[in-house]
Structure formats: C-alpha cells, structure tokens
C-alpha cells in the first residue's frame, strides 16, 4: 500500500522527533548516540556535518529518516546513512524518496564532492536502492560488522561485509599512484568514475620522513579504521604497531586507508601484503585525492560465501578481494 508523505530538511524544533523515531525501532542502542540528542543533533546540522532529513504522513507524523553525514577525512565526502521507516510504513517507496533528495545534494551543494553509502552484504536491498540513482560500486570491505548487529536482518550468521557506493561530483582531472601489483584491479574500480591522470607508484618505501595515521577503535564492532596521512620511511614500524594494537584489542577487521595521491604508496601496499592485508577497492576523493583500502581480518577466513551482492560490478569486486586474499593470506 503507498502511503502519502512529504519530505524536508530538519528544522530545529523538529529535532527531537528524530530521537522519537530511533527509540521506535532501536530502542536507546543505536551507535549514532547524538541522534538521541536534539541539541547536539541539531548542532551537526548548523555546522554542516550532517544533514538530517525527515519523512511526514499526511497527519504531519514522523515516519522516516535518512542522514548524510561527514565520516571521511575530507569534509567535501559525506557518507547516506542512519535510514529508518517506521515498520507499518516500509515497502512505499519512503526510502527510494529519501535517497532522492539526498544525492540531489551533490548537484546543488558546492560543498560537496562526493557521497558514498556503505552497504551490508546480508541482503542486497540497500544496495539496489542507491544502484538506481547512479552509485557506482567502488570497494568491499570483508567482515566489517558481527552478525549480533543484524539478528533481526535478512542473512545468514557469520560477520558482515559491506560495499562501498559512491557518487561524486564531475571534478577536474586528479593524479593518481597506482600500486603496480594491483594497476589492473583499480583500473576496473574506476570504470564509470570521472577521468584521473593515473600513473605507477613506486615500490619502496621513503627514506626519510615519519608516518601519520589517525586510528579509531570500533569496540562494538571489533573493527580499528586507520587513516594514513602521510607514509614515511618508518612505515614498517607504524605497521608493527599496528598489528599490537589488534592483539590487545581484540580486533576482528582491520582497515587501512592509503592516499593515492601520495608516489609511495606502492611501497606501504607492498609490506602491507607482507603482514597478510589485501585489496579492498578504491576511496574517491577520501583524501580530497583518492584513497585505497587495504584490509585485514583475523578469523581463518573470511565470511565471502554470506555476500550477498547486487551488481555484476561488485561480484566481480568480490572476485578480485578474494582472489588477493588467497594470494596474501597467512
């Protein structure tokens, strides 16, 4: 059955319905704690971090919800997420709607340059809804959630992957280091991406300078997210370090985000491989310039028989993760 509803931008009186409705379906769990917050939340929307968007019925009720939220190093990259339909209200094209409005974004926005949905491999329904409105298929990331996350979920058990879909903005050509041992895989991820001056990083390692990384510790997840911002001649050391982390926190998924911008970084994938970490895919823009992801999971093998995937463009993703893990594995 449709249901007739309207869709706008959230106004400051409006904010604690948002919290109303994540209490509905989530309870007080939902990770996004600031969502429960209406002057917190509302302050996100002032300062541009999110943009916070609220369905109506015909009753001016709640009844969904859908944010675009800052969560990549460059503040111009905004990820589509926190999607919730009231359950009497799914299925009526709400959130078909909601995608809508939202990528409209990134015509309209000049400060805005890219948007990117990460979407579970459980069931493949979020990720033919952003398919439909032109997302491209750029990475995957094995393992990244605990199937306590999705109990109620479609799928089966086993930790979840997610693909990354990306939409940006038609930008003037970049350049870009592809690491030569995957220069053929890239190359796939950025069909149907704007143009990039693509040129052979280099496969050592500086020899001088010091590596920046910025890390963040999922704990629920038992995921680490570790964002490079510059590779140094001590990178073998930082990967070491690394590598500690993971044992003290018990961590389950390990990511590391590479700047491709940067001529080096055929020489941190190169020791990255060396501790067992394979290819994810390709970050537009992550870094303002591309980013690529590396990755790494500590069960005996990762949960590839549970993705479930939409296009032909991300099972054949899916083939080239795999087939590099295999190559890689420890």
């Not at 990134?106 to 439909?132: P, R, T, Y």
Request: with cysteine.
């Amino acid at each position: 059955m449709r249901t007739s509803f309207s869709i706008r931008r959230l106004v400051k009186k409006e904010a604690a319905l948002v919290g109303d409705l994540f209490r509905v379906v989530y309870g007080e769990e939902y990770p996004a704690a600031y969502v429960y917050r209406p002057e917190e939340l509302w302050a996100e929307n002032e300062r541009g971090n999110t943009y916070s968007l609220l369905a109506f019925n015909e009753e001016h009720e709640p009844i969904a919800h859908l944010a675009m939220f800052r969560s990549a190093p460059n503040p111009k990259v905004y990820e589509l997420g926190q999607l919730l339909v009231l359950p009497q209200h799914r299925g009526s094209g709400i959130s078909d709607c909601l995608t809508q409005y939202a990528t409209e974004e990134l015509d309209k926005n000049a400060g805005i340059a890219a948007i990117f949905v990460e979407s579970v491999c459980n069931h493949a329904v979020s990720q033919k809804l952003v398919a439909k409105r032109g997302y491209v298929d750029t990475a995957l990331e094995m393992d990244l959630m605990p199937a306590e996350a999705y109990q109620q979920a479609q799928g089966g058990a086993g930790r979840v992957a997610c693909i990354l879909q990306f939409k940006e903005k038609a930008n003037a050509a970049q350049r870009i280091y592809l690491p030569s041992c995957y220069e053929r895989e890239l190359a796939f991820c950025y069909m149907g991406l704007s143009p990039r001056e693509m040129r052979i990083a280099v496969d050592v390692l500086p020899r001088e300078g010091e590596t920046r990384g910025q890390e963040k510790i999922f704990d629920f997840a038992g995921v680490a997210r570790i964002t490079i911002e510059n590779i140094g001649a001590d990178f073998a050391v930082y990967v070491s370090a690394l590598e500690k982390l993971a044992q003290a926190k018990g961590i389950q998924a390990m990511q590391v985000y590479l700047p491709l911008s940067e001529p080096a970084n055929g020489g941190a994938v190169a020791l990255l491989q060396k501790h067992g970490f394979f290819l994810g895919g390709v970050l537009p823009r992550w870094f303002d310039g591309d980013g690529l992801l590396m990755q790494k999971v500590w069960n005996t093998c990762p949960n590839f028989a549970a993705v479930q995937l939409y296009t032909d463009r991300a099972k054949k993703i899916l083939d080239l993760v795999k087939t590099d893990w295999e190559r890689w594995k420890h």
